[in-house]
Every structure is written in C-alpha cells, then in structure tokens.
C-alpha cells in the first residue's frame, strides 16, 4: 500500500459547513477526540447532501398535500447523523417539528442548534422527562398513570408538559390501546399542567389493517370530543402511509424518516408519485489493487476463486461501518464512473470487488458503495439485492462514520 500521506490532527467536533468532517455521534453535546484527515486519508466516510435532504422534505410535504411534516430523525437520523440532519431539517420550512424516539437524541438535537418543537416518541424516566421539559421537548406518555406522574413532571420542572398522546390501535408495540383511550385522554386533560398538544398512532403497514386502526383512531377522537376533550394536532403516516394510504391518513400532519433521507418503502418508487434523492453517500478509498491467477480464492470462506486471470481492489469499508454482508450476494461498488460486483465476503472492515481483465482501478481511488450515482448503488437496489430491507442500509450505518457535507 503507498504511505498514507494523511495530515493527522486531533479535533474536537464543532461546528459544520461545506467540506468540514464531523463526526456523526453527539457534536456539541460530547465533544470528542477524533482523527481528521484532509481528505487524503483511507478511513471511510459519509457524505451528506444537504440539497437532496432540502428536495426530499419538499416532496414529502408535496405527497402530503402540504400538510406540516413531522420529521422523524430517529436512530441517529437514520445513520445520517443528528448533528447535521437536525439542523438541515430544523431549518426546512415544511417541517412543523422533529421526531426521535431516545431521551439523548432529544438532547442532542437542542446542542445542535434545533430551535422547532422536537417530540419524543418513547418511553423516559421521569429525571429525564424532568430534563427534556425544561428544553422544550414535548414527550408521548403511553402509560395509564400518565396524568399524575407528568404533573410531577412539571412541578419539577418549573413548567408546563406538552404531550402527543401515544394510542395503540393494533399494532402492539408501544401506545395505551384505544379501548382505554378515551377515558385516559380525559384524565390527562384533567391534570394540572399538562397540554394535550397531539395524538398519534402508528399503522402496522398491512392494507387492511391500516383501515381498521384508522377507524380506531377516529372513533378514539370524535368520542374524547364528545366529551370536550380536544386532542390537538393528529398523525399518523409514516413514508409508507405516504405512499400507500388514502388522503384521510394523512389527518392533520404527517410523520415520515425514510423518504426524508431519500430512500423509499419497498414497492413505492414504482409508484411513480414522488422522486427522491439519496441524500447520502457511503464512500471509501481503494488500499490495494492486485492480480490473481486462475485458482487463486478471495476472503473468508474461499467464496470466489478465479477462473482465468483477473484484477481485484479492496476498499478498508466492512459491516462494521454499515455496509450489509449481504451485499456478496449481488451488489457492486461504484469507481471512477464504473460499476464493480462484490466478491468474496464482505468482513468487518474490508470489501473487495472484482475488477475485471484490465488494470482500471488505483490504490487511492473513491469508491461509492451506496449513493446516487448509479442505479446499481442506490439505496433500494443495495437492499433488494442483498436481500434486507432498506430500513437496515440507512441505519446500519456506524455513528463513527465521519460526516462530510457536500452539495451535490
Ligand atoms: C412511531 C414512528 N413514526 C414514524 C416513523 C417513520 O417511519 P418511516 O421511516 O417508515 O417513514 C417511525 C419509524 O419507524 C416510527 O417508529
């Protein structure tokens, strides 16, 4: 391998802009000591396109007939990174608020700079409720004891909670279910210093059952009203709900993550209703480019041996950064303009390609293994090839992925 010329320096994470590496987990909230290099080194990286994010956001709000989007940046947006998603779509004009699902992320939305209501989508203990209050977090209780432990909350917190009450309408995960939801509602609108901001519930993605739990949802709300309870601002569909459900799922706002990051739910792009953009790219730099000869076998496993000579390039990129192991099983790698099936397997830090019977490929060269690039590396494809779902090629991503952010 050529030395690696890097210019090594140690860095605490700061601010962002155009070209600047920052590291993906908490910037601002947990300042860490981290390697940057110029751009010349062979760490892998990810970069982000704050104008594919800004396009994404506008077609979502497009698919929701302009209804606000609740923008969900849960699970470290994504893979994305919340320090640079957070204050991407903070500032976007058709986001209403910003949804996670973890007290820290919450936390480190507000060190990042996000100024619009941020809603916590699961459960918190009451210290951190405690915390989050004080910051303007708004939390979604499921728990039937909700209206006299959040005015506790409150009390402690020298302020108001606001809420978007969590109803299960099917799906079992988390939510109070809907046949107790009524009187629950009633009660935490009872309760000193609670405000009922929203309710919500989440679709288990299945045709008919998505029909019935709206109804469910419905009937949960005209009856609170009945009986003079309001439940503020409603939601429901995910990007999935966006694409599949009929406008009375969109309700007043809509909550999607994935088409956000310009991925879609498997079986929509074929819809044709909306373009998205992957507004990211998984990069790496080529460290080795050799030859084999007939007979010689790639990585673990002895998966692929040659059948006549040819050339192979290994990117330092593995399942430990979020590239899928599955994507032995058919995906391949962009270098310069040129697509690269994957060979061999792919382990922890390292992906090796099959180059061909020509020379084509230099230690040094930028691979892209998912992006926008190519059809063959687009975040859809990666998944239906390697055969997992998308969900996992976005937020398998490693938090210690580097992030650059670049137009374009
Ligand atoms: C409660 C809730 N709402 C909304 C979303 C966004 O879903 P999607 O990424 O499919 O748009 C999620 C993510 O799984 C979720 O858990």
């Known amino acids: 391998m050529t030395p690696c010329s890097r210019r090594a320096f140690v860095t605490a994470s700061a601010g962002f802009g155009a070209g600047v590496l920052l590291p993906a987990t908490a910037a601002g909230t947990r300042p860490e000591i981290r390697v940057a290099s110029d751009g010349d080194g062979y760490d892998p990286w990810l970069e982000v396109d704050p104008g594919a994010v800004r396009a994404n956001v506008r077609a979502t709000a497009g698919l929701a007939g302009g209804r606000p989007v609740l923008a969900v940046v849960k699970n470290n947006a994504y893979g994305l990174g919340l320090a640079v998603i957070g204050p991407l779509v903070d500032a976007a004009p058709e986001v209403g608020a910003l949804a996670v699902v973890k007290a820290d992320e919450a936390l480190t939305l507000r060190a990042a700079g996000v100024r619009k209501p941020i809603l916590v989508m699961g459960a918190v203990s009451d210290a951190e409720a405690v915390e989050l209050v004080r910051r303007d977090v708004r939390l979604a209780p499921f728990d039937d004891g909700a209206d006299r432990r959040l005015a506790a909350v409150a009390r402690a917190a020298g302020r108001p909670v606001a809420v978007h009450l969590d109803i299960d309408t099917g799906m079992q995960r988390v939510g109070l279910s809907w046949r107790r939801a009524v009187d629950w509602a009633a009660r935490v609108a009872g309760a000193p210093d609670i405000r009922i901001e929203g309710a919500y519930t989440t679709f288990a993605e299945h045709a008919e059952h998505d029909a019935e739990q709206l109804a469910r949802f419905r009937r949960v709300v ?172 976005l937020m398998h991503l490693s938090a210690r992925l580097p992030v650059r952010v670049r137009d374009g």
């Open 222 to 393: 005209d009856e609170a009203r009945a009986r003079g309870v309001g439940l503020g601002l409603l939601h429901a569909a995910s990007s999935h709900g966006l694409f599949f459900l009929p406008e009375e799922a969109r309700l007043d706002a809509v909550r999607p993550g994935l088409a956000l990051y310009g991925a879609y739910p498997a079986g929509a792009a074929a819809l044709d209703r909306a373009v998205l953009t992957p507004a990211f790219r998984l990069r790496a730099r080529v460290v080795r480019v050799e030859r084999l000869e007939p007979g010689d076998a790639v990585s673990y496993g002895r998966n692929y041996i040659a059948d006549r000579p040819v050339w192979i390039a290994t990117l330092p990129v593995g399942h430990a950064d979020g590239y899928p192991r599955a994507a032995v099983r058919g995906c391949e790698v962009l270098i310069g303009g040129r697509v690269y099936p994957v060979i061999g397997a792919v382990s922890a830090s390292h992906t090796i390609v099959e180059v061909g019977a020509a020379r084509t490929v230099e230690v040094g060269d930028t691979a892209t293994l998912v992006g926008p690039d190519h059809d063959a590396i687009l975040p859809n494809r990666i998944a239906e090839r390697a055969g997992i779902s998308v969900y996992d090629v």
